[in-house]
């Protein structure tokens, strides 16, 4: 059975840090664009965060550039999201995503549709 795991939310102080983790199990995704995804209540799906296979290459949401770093440990079959500087804004359900069908970033990485395993979630609130 192929599983996405987030693990790292929480609650968080404006300002503070969070490090997520995503496990993969089942298969290896070491050849795959993994993304992280958040969803605020009301709000739509959105891309934050992708990695190509090799780590080599990012994208990064306007919104959390410069502040967000997305890191990947293939012989782990672990993605990371490290945020720093979090704003009340970046309050949301966060989720690991792997897109098995691209190894390279790409435009048709920022939709969720392109993606095919998901992780269940992990709930980051920033509080004031």
């Known amino acids: 059975q192929v599983q996405l795991v987030e693990s790292g939310g929480g609650l968080v102080q404006a300002g503070g840090s969070l490090r997520l983790s995503c496990a993969a199990s089942?298969?290896?995704?070491?050849?795959?664009?993994m993304g992280w995804f958040r969803q605020a209540p009301g709000k739509e799906r959105d891309l934050v965060a992708a990695?190509?296979?090799?780590?080599?290459?990012?994208y990064y949401a306007d919104s959390v550039k410069g502040r967000y770093t997305i890191s990947r440990d293939n012989a782990k079959n672990t993605v990371y999201l490290r945020m720093n500087s979090l704003k009340l804004e970046d309050t949301a359900v966060y989720y690991c995503?792997?897109?098995?069908?691209?190894?390279?970033?790409?435009?048709?990485?920022?939709?969720?549709?392109?993606?095919?395993?998901w992780g269940q979630g992990t709930q980051v609130t920033v509080s004031s």
């Open positions: 089942g298969r290896t995704f070491s050849d795959s664009v």
């Open positions: 990695i190509n296979w090799s780590g080599g290459s990012t």
């Open positions: 995503a792997a897109d098995t069908s691209r190894a390279y970033v790409s435009l048709d990485s920022k939709w969720p549709g392109s993606y095919n395993y």
